[in-house]
């Protein structure tokens, strides 16, 4: 299943150059294979391909377009075990998440397949008698997809699929860390019926590619996952061509118990929105606020539920946390930790890296964590619970907002007012009330603030893969 070549126009070919990159498994440090380095010139020729296609793809009609999307749905869910295996192989992620995300992918392919045929246009009420005034909504062209690393099928998933249902076709480049996830896609969409050029991968430099991607005309639109900080760079590097975006970017999700929580329900949702994926989830839990009165009761709980948590190779039985991506991720929480520890933070669980083998570091909780640390305000994408205690309500949604990111927020509640209220004021794209997972194909992902552009899932998602033609007939 491994593919290691470029799929451009409907072929297998290798990188100009000849050159590739490594491919490593994370449990283990062991390359597993290569993938093409590719640059500028391969991109471009991908884009001409799309480009090409879409002349006729989006020509194609929706019922068309559904049934190859609903095979698709059946090709992921016939090979899902084997998608899942290749998938822990280079990601790490324990296989019964790996498995729950090529299912996710699934669902998303049919959840568009289904929304392919709702794509109505408007009759708009005329302020003229002799004018007809109407609204269609038509595929944007040719659509770059970059993704990232921590969940290589399905955020792939979330943008061909909606893509392929408008009537777009596609570049994907997805991340160098886990490649295959990102060039099966190729493969499945070929075996789904999709015609030469419909869908293109490529793989290699991603400042090059995705220069590429956001300066060449014939990209009508830019749509990326990762984080805020290249989210930034390609929003400029897209401007100059005037491209839709949209924009899943970085986020700092508070999770917050409140004294009238349920404390179980509280801290198996802690566990899930904190550790799900070794904590690099875009929607993981940054911050855990508890309020003083549950404080202790909560932190004793919490640490027993940490301390059961099993890690290891993600193809190993019963597994539940697996390595980080790298080395770069290691070294990044190592410093969270170190800089949590000066400034007044108890490491009470774990706070070190683990094995001799592979990138683990050990689930760790961090008790007395204040809003000096850069943990308070920065991604930390990797397995660290730091426990903030506060007094109020008021105060808890201060600290709650008091970032630049607005993607995911969580809490637990069993006062019906205080949900209303603290939902109401809670400046995120997501939130959960009593629930630490909340992803969906059927509802609408995406981030307040620096967090995003536009939403992704639900019957929003497909939106932002039409433009709008406004047509108004005289002389009638
Ligand atoms: P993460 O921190 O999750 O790795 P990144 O934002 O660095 O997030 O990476 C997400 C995706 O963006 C990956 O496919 C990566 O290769 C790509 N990427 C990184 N830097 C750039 C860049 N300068 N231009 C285009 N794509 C990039």
Redesign the pocket.
Known sequence: MKRDALYIDGEWTAADSGKTIDVVNPATGAVIGTVPDAGAAETRKAILSAERAFESYSQTTAADRAAKLHKLHDLILDHQDDLARMLTEEQGKPLTEARAEIGMSAAYVRWFAEEARRVYGEIIPSPWQDRQLHATREPIGVVAA?????FPSSMLARKIAPALAAGCTVVA?????TPYSGLIWGQLCEAAGFARGVVNVVTGD??????E??SNQAVRKVT????????K??LR?AADTVKKVSME??GNAPFIVFDDADLDAAVAGAIAAKFRNSG?T?VCTNRVYVQDGIHDAFMARFATAIEALKMGNGLEDDVQAGPL?DEN?LAKVEEFVADAQAKGGNITLGGKRLRSRGFFFAPTLIENANDDMRLSREEV?GPLAPVFKFTSEEEVLRRANATEFGLAAYFYTQSLGRAMRVSRALEYGIVGINEGLVTTEVAPFGGFKESGVGREGGPHGIEDYLEIKYVCMGGL
């Open positions: 970059i993704t990232p690393w921590n480049k997805p991340a160098s860390q991603a400042r090059t590619i995705g220069a991607l956001c990326f996952t990762g984080s805020t900080q290249v989210g760079i390609l590097q970017l970085g690099q875009c991506i991720s994408f």
